[in-house]
């Protein structure tokens, strides 16, 4: 059998598993790996010390591979590198969400004209299997909504608040400890990966190009454990989701944002590092896929499963995995938050005051917000209550316009949170 | 462009599912239609009833056709039809887990001699995408185990015997008139179903050749509501489980029987007639694939899915989907039920005898069972008292013999129910 030769840019912890996993299959030659720094002790086993560099130009002008597996994340120098291996012809594997993100569309453009495919099951949902089996086994489908949990380190801490009923800080800290979270946590908690990756799945399932700057973010710095227990008592779970809906009039709607889920939703009961990705869609209905987000080797099977699959028709065809292609002609129409309409749970401080309650629900009222709870949850000692509303499906400008008009209210302490509240539509 | 022509074979839910779908496809059309009654009248927007034929054999020796759909389910005529249609050279999409579960080795060996390829995605879990998923994306891994929910009608009667507290029989009617159950339930609540969908999952997860007849197969007509409301007491609920594992030796455990299903254990929250597919391999861990098991549009939708992904290389390549054939040399060794070990929840109904106990514990003693858990569970008018036991991993053979030799005891009522439990590896 000939063997395929293929390139390996990075050799951090995913780099690592796509080497040790990649061994057995014996129709793949990895014919050379770019490291960062030569001199640092690999421990693989089996791994041939020859094949490294530290120039990765090398591997892209290099003319016998013929397949460039980019995993060394971040946008310089890999964007170069891929739109150099692109023009030399060569397939690209990827897990780089950031660059898929901001220069996914030019990447895919370029690789049509020089008749490649650029694959990147990995770059979301670590080792869940969603970008093949949207592209091909779900073809034949119209989908309406994508919403999942697609980032470990938030929804270990919000599951670790939950169960220990430990503060967003204190949780945080031990996440670090772990390893579930980095030193500079930024690009996790205030939603930046999970918005790098809900914007490759819209624009994959909704056939448009996505901008990243017009995704909504959120993150969950803000959560407390109040918030927390409030919802496990209304029958929801805050989980920090990343949702792209398409509107009727072909609009979409793509944001990251902690929300309450119910209970009875599946993306409810998904916890600790766990992904999950729920799919709507004609003709088939919902569906959800569930499982590792991260880590070396459920990274490694996504990144291995897209080399197999062109090494398999590169022998055959000079057109190698036809379904797995992007060609979005036309840039989305994307929503802005303020012209959306969500149910929301808002916490409000107040003096413990006969007329709070009747203010509050006066102002949603004349806002045009309906309520469908409020709720007083005790007084402190200092003569504060903490009051609940949740509020029907009401425009996002008309809840901001609502909630600065009760803190400028003086019985009014502060409103403490305001997280959007999932609908139920996926019950079954 | 030039159109892609299927012939259809079956005209029944499904294959009106299909018809629709594919309406808006441009490459694809559907020249010809066999349906068993040409007078019945057909509800369906566009069907050009001039292309439907009550010769089935006429689609499959049509020249100018490429890909022959068969959705018209049972072992004859579809393995004639489909036989034929493979010696014509012509790609084949089948929804019939049966035919499949007793002849794809058969048909896969035709297939591959013919050059043609065979994708069966709706023939097991329905919507859900499990078969291309596995031989493309997943291909890196080594699988160690699949287990399912792969029956929507048994999981519908377990779920709301749970609910409703009411009996097999009586959810059974009801399920009947909602048409959630077949008015010979057999295929599903024996099992049937389930093994032969799990064999065609294990044929494909393992490599190996799957002997349908000696899967071992236990339905869910024998569980009581005391046996649902105990599961639940002691954490678990009692799902219908098709399950295969590979053991260490090589060799293939595979089986269809009601399981306690740990609560935290995934499958337990999957409810009503969703199926849903666990799947624990190397280097992807645990994933889980959620959805509808049947249907008109989600099977429609996994029928469609086939038909794009032949469709789109047939143009480019005389060796479509290289990753879907299926090549399995070796016949499985598959275990007996005797020689495996699990671990059991025993009901048993006896005489409120001081010496009961310690007589049952002593039986399971010295047949090597070691108990987790054993309680007594009130006493009836009678005097009888229930007793619940709980063991740990022990030998079929064992525990056959065990319960032999407890109902031969004088103060034994009735042995009730013997539960396999399933452990709870895959916890987080």
């Given at each position: 059998m000939d063997k395929i030769s293929i390139g390996l840019i990075g050799l951090g912890t995913v780099g690592s598993g796509v080497v040790k996993t990649l061994?057995?299959?014996?129709?793949?030659?990895?014919s050379k790996i770019a490291v960062r720094n030569l001199a640092k002790k690999r421990n693989i086993e089996?791994?041939?010390?020859?094949?490294?560099?530290?120039?990765?130009f090398s591997i892209v002008n290099d003319?016998?591979?013929k397949i460039v597996v980019e995993?060394?994340?971040?946008v310089n120098p890999a964007l170069d590198l891929i739109k150099t291996a692109i023009k030399n012809k060569k397939h690209i594997v990827t897990a780089n969400k950031e660059l898929l993100a901001k220069y996914g569309d030019e990447l895919y453009a370029l690789a049509n004209e020089n008749n490649v495919v650029i694959l990147y099951e990995?770059?979301?949902?670590?080792?869940?299997?969603i970008i093949m089996p949207i592209k091909?086994?779900?073809?034949a489908n119209e989908i309406f909504q994508i919403a999942g949990i697609l980032n470990g380190t938030t929804n270990y801490i919000l599951t670790k608040m939950d169960e220990l009923g430990v503060s967003y800080k204190d949780v945080l800290e031990d996440a670090q400890k772990l390893g579930?979270?980095?030193?500079?946590p930024t690009g996790d908690v205030e939603g930046y990966d999970a918005a790098y990756k809900i914007a490759t799945l819209a624009s994959l399932a909704f056939h448009q190009k996505v901008d990243i700057n017009k995704i909504y973010k959120e993150g969950i710095?803000?959560?407390?454990i109040d918030d927390i227990k409030t919802a496990k008592e209304l029958g929801y779970k805050i989980k920090l989701i990343a949702i792209a809906n398409k509107t009727d009039d072909g609009r979409l709607d793509i944001r990251v944002q902690p929300m309450f889920v119910p209970?009875?939703?599946?993306?409810?009961?998904?916890?600790?590092?766990t992904n999950a990705v729920l799919l709507n869609g004609f003709p088939v209905g919902e569906i959800m896929f569930v499982g590792a987000g991260a880590g070396e080797f459920p990274t490694a099977s996504s990144v291995c499963g897209d080399i197999l699959a062109i090494a398999a028709e590169l022998p055959n065809t000079?057109?190698?995995?036809?379904?797995m292609r992007t060609n979005n002609k036309n840039q989305a129409e994307q929503i802005d938050i303020n012209e959306t309409y969500n149910k929301y749970y808002i916490s409000i401080k107040a003096?413990?005051?006969?007329?709070v309650i009747g203010f509050i629900g006066a102002t949603c009222g004349y806002n045009n917000i309906n309520l469908e709870n409020m709720l007083q949850k005790g007084i402190d000692k200092d003569g504060t209550a903490r009051i609940i509303v949740i509020t029907g499906l009401c425009k996002e400008e008309h809840i901001r316009r609502a909630i600065k008009e009760i803190q400028s209210?003086?019985?009014?302490?502060?409103?403490?949170s305001l997280i959007r509240v999932m609908e139920n539509a996926n019950k079954e």
């Open positions: 061994e057995k299959f014996e129709n793949i030659n990895i089996g791994l041939d010390e020859n094949i490294l560099t530290d120039d990765p003319e016998d591979i995993v060394m994340g971040g990995a770059a979301i949902a670590g080792g869940i299997p091909t086994i779900l073809a579930y979270a980095e030193a500079d710095t803000k959560i407390t209970m009875e939703n599946s993306l409810s009961k998904i916890d600790n590092v000079l057109t190698p995995l036809p379904m003096a413990d005051n006969v007329g209210n003086n019985s009014i302490k502060e409103v403490t």
